[in-house]
């Protein structure tokens, strides 16, 4: 399984549940429903379960499917469980893969966290039938990345290459215009003139646009702070 893009994470579904069959409605209440899982009628694990199969032996990384934008919750009702039901030398770990991106929108630049996969969650488990249903049966859980209850460990240069996106010392940036996109300069000599973007340079943050200057297209070298969709 490749992680290169969320596209290709979408491709092993989630075991009984898509997030696209969920409405947001749906997804408040499934997420919200174990406030206390101590209290929950299922916070034991039953006895008959169904098997579950696993290619590797030990703990391995696993992904889970949620309701997109209830990561975090999912994570905070995941913990609760794994403490509450005695699972800490099962479950390791549970992570939400993010990373800082420089937003540029009318004319500001600011940090924010983005989730690398919206969607997902990694857990470190190892892998047996009441691990897998503790996570499995965590509000907001939709299924682990797999097929029926098989989840797919991720392999190690999967891990590695979500740890090396998440410890990225420079942002990567976002920009609201893309090539070929009309936009108006905000800033500078060309203040007011629109033109269309021909060249966007990420590691310099720096655009080229082609504005009509005395009846001829000339390419100005711009900073992402001044420019804006048209």
Known sequence: MDLES?????????DDLSAEQSAP???????????????????????????????V???AWYVIHCYSGYENKVRHNLEQR??????????FDVVIPTQEE???????????????FPGYVLVNMSLSEDSWYVVRNTPGVTGFVGMGNNPTPLRPEEVAQIVKRMEAE???????????ERVRIVDGPFNDFRGVVSEIDMERTK??????????????????LQVEKA
């Open 207 to 224: 655009v080229r646009v082609m504005v009509s200057f005395f009846g001829r297209e000339t390419p100005v070298e711009l900073d992402f």
């Open 25 to 55: 409605a749906e997804a408040e209440r499934a997420v919200s429903s174990d406030s206390n899982p101590a209290e929950r009628s299922d916070a034991k694990i039953p006895d008959d379960l169904p098997p579950v199969e696993t290619t």
């Open 6 to 14: 969320q596209e290709q994470f979408e491709q092993e579904p989630a």
């Open 102 to 116: 420089i937003e540029v929108k009318d004319g500001k630049r600011r940090t924010v966290e983005r989730h690398i």
């Open 57 to 59: 032996e030990g703990p």
């Open 170 to 180: 420079a942002p990567t940036v976002k920009v609201s215009f893309k090539l070929g």
């Open 82 to 91: 794994i403490e509450t039901m005695g699972m800490k030398d099962k479950i």
